[in-house]
C-alpha cells in the first residue's frame, strides 16, 4: 500500500439542457494549472479516488452485550462490511476497538477490509506515550504493515492545552521506518466548541495543531443540524460555513488538503432521552451538507456515524430508537441515512478524478448566500463571474446556488476551469444557469452518469441540495 501526497447509462436523461450559439464550439483556454493537494491511498483506487471515512466503522468492543434486553449483533462480518462497502465508503476512520485490548477483533477486521477493499486507521492510544520511532515501531508491530491499514488514529478533538504533547509523536512516527506509507490520523474541532478548548480563535487554534504536528492533511467536524428544524436553508448556524472558510484556508497556507465530516442523523447528545419525532437531517439537507463541502473543496468526505453508538439510540424513558441517526442501527438495520450518503457517494464516485487533481479557487453564490459567501469568492472574481463563466442564476433565487470554482489538472501542468454547482435549496429542486463568455463544449456530471453538451448557457435542474459537476473541454 502507497500514500501518496498530491501537489501539483443508457436510458438515462440528465437533467441539463444547453443554449447553442450559431457557429461551432471553441475549446476552453488551457492554462498552467495552479498547485494542488491530495492525500490519496494505492490500496482505495490510487490518485484519482477521493477518501471516503466512516466514524465507528465495525468493532466487536460490545458484541453480545444487550440494550434494552435485546442482544447487539457481532458487527465484525461479511454481512457489515457488506453494507460498508456497498454504502461508497473505502476507509474507516476510527472504530470503537483498541489495540491491543482488542487486538482479535482487530487483526479480524484488518483481514474483511483486505476482502474488501477497505481502508483502516487503527486506534491504539498507546502510541500517544510513544517517545521514539522504535517505541511506535513496537508498539504498532502487529498490525502496521498490513496492506490495508492506513496508520493510527492517535486521537479525537485535541483541545489547545493538548496539542503541544502531539508534536514529539508526530516526530517520532515521521522517523519510523514505515512513515513513508502510513500516517497518524486525529480530528479536530469545530469553532463552537469554545474559547476554553481553542484557547482562541478557530484559525490560531487549527493553524497551531497543523505547525506543530506537521500533518499531511487536516480533518475536522462541524455539525449543522444539532436541533429540530435547525436543518433549513436559512437557519444554518454562522459557524458552519465560517468553519469551512477558515480551514480551507488554514490547509491552504500550509499546503495540504482538508477532510470534512458530514452528519449522518440528529438526535445526538443534546437529544438524549427526548423523542425521535420528527427524524433530521432529511434528504435534501444531508446531500446539502456533503455538496457544500465539495464545492467548498474538501479532499475527503466522512460520515459520523456508520454504526450508531448506543447512546445515541437512547430517545427516553427505557425506550431505544435504531432508526434515529447512524447509517446502521445498533442491531444491524439500514436506516434512512445510509441510502441517501449512499445516493451521495455515487456521484463522487463519478467526478472525484477531477476534484482530487484540482485547485480550489473560491466559490460564487446567489439568493440568500451571495453576502454571506463574499469573502471566498475567487481573487480574480467579481462576485457574479469568474474565468469563462459570466453569470449565474436560479429560479430559487431566495435560496440561489452555490457554485465551487476549481482549476483542473488534467495532463501535466495543463488545467482547465470546472465549476461544482449545488442547489442551495435544501427544501426544493431549483434550476440553475451559467452563462458563459462563448460557445463551449462541456462534460457535466450528474447523479453518476457524464453527458457532454455544448452551448453559450447550461440549466441544470438540481433537486433539493443536489449537485452536478461541469467541465469546460
Request: charged residues 20%; hydrophobic residues 35%.
Amino acid at each position: 500500500m502507497k500514500r501518496k501526497l498530491t501537489a501539483v447509462a443508457l436510458g438515462l436523461v440528465l437533467a441539463v439542457s444547453a443554449t447553442a450559439c450559431n457557429h461551432a464550439p471553441v475549446s476552453a483556454e488551457v492554462r498552467k494549472a495552479q498547485p494542488y493537494y491530495s492525500v490519496s491511498y494505492d490500496v482505495l483506487g490510487g490518485e484519482d479516488v477521493m477518501p471516503i471515512g466512516v466514524w465507528w466503522g465495525p468493532y466487536a468492543s460490545t458484541s453480545g452485550s444487550t440494550v434494552n434486553g435485546i442482544t447487539q449483533p457481532d458487527y465484525v462480518t461479511d454481512e457489515v462490511f457488506t453494507l460498508l462497502k456497498e454504502s461508497g465508503a473505502n476507509f474507516i476512520a476510527c472504530s470503537a476497538d483498541q489495540y491491543p485490548d482488542a487486538g482479535e477483533s482487530i487483526q479480524k477486521t484488518l483481514e474483511l477490509c483486505e476482502k474488501y477493499g477497505i481502508g483502516y486507521f487503527i486506534q491504539d492510544s498507546r502510541i500517544l506515550n510513544a517517545e521514539t520511532a522504535a517505541d511506535i515501531e513496537n508498539y504498532a508491530a502487529d498490525y502496521i504493515t498490513h496492506n490495508n491499514c492506513l496508520g493510527i488514529h492517535l486521537t479525537d478533538e485535541p483541545f489547545i492545552s493538548e496539542i503541544d504533547a502531539l508534536g514529539p509523536v508526530y516526530k517520532a512516527f515521521a522517523e519510523t521506518s514505515f512513515a513513508a506509507d502510513k500516517q497518524i490520523y486525529v480530528n479536530m474541532l469545530p469553532s463552537y466548541s469554545g474559547t476554553d478548548r481553542l484557547g482562541g480563535t478557530h484559525y490560531s487554534y487549527l493553524t497551531k495543531f497543523v505547525q506543530t504536528t506537521g500533518t499531511e492533511f487536516l480533518s475536522y467536524d462541524n455539525y449543522p443540524f444539532r436541533s429540530k428544524d435547525q436543518g433549513t436553508t436559512y437557519s444554518i448556524p454562522s459557524s458552519y460555513f465560517e468553519d469551512l472558510s477558515t480551514v480551507r484556508k488554514v490547509a491552504e497556507e500550509n499546503h495540504i488538503p482538508y477532510w470534512v465530516f458530514v452528519q449522518a442523523g440528529g438526535q445526538w447528545e443534546e437529544q438524549v432521552g427526548k423523542p425521535s419525532n420528527p427524524l433530521f437531517p432529511n434528504e435534501g439537507e444531508t446531500l446539502w451538507n456533503i455538496n457544500t463541502c465539495l464545492a467548498y473543496g474538501a479532499k475527503s468526505i466522512q460520515y459520523f456515524t456508520f454504526l450508531q453508538p448506543t447512546h445515541f439510540a437512547d430517545a427516553g424513558n427505557d425506550n431505544y430508537d435504531y432508526q434515529r441517526n447512524g447509517m446502521i442501527g445498533v442491531m444491524g438495520n439500514k436506516t434512512q441515512w445510509y441510502y441517501y450518503i449512499q445516493k451521495a457517494n455515487v456521484e463522487i464516485a463519478a467526478i472525484d478524478h477531477v476534484l482530487m487533481k484540482s485547485a480550489h479557487m473560491g466559490v460564487l453564490a446567489t439568493g440568500f448566500w451571495k453576502d454571506r459567501l463574499a469573502a471566498d469568492i475567487p481573487e480574480d472574481s467579481d462576485g457574479n463571474s469568474w474565468r469563462e463563466l459570466q453569470g449565474l442564476s436560479s429560479t430559487g433565487e431566495d435560496a440561489g446556488a452555490i457554485v465551487g470554482c476549481f482549476d483542473y489538472n488534467f495532463e501535466g501542468d495543463k488545467s482547465r476551469s470546472a465549476f461544482y454547482v449545488v442547489n442551495s435549496d435544501s427544501s426544493a429542486k431549483q434550476q440553475i444557469s451559467l452563462n458563459f463568455n462563448n460557445n463551449y463544449r462541456y462534460e457535466v456530471i450528474q447523479r453518476g452518469k457524464s453527458v457532454t453538451v455544448s452551448g453559450t448557457d447550461i440549466t441544470l435542474t438540481l433537486e433539493r441540495g443536489e449537485g452536478a459537476l461541469i467541465v469546460l473541454q
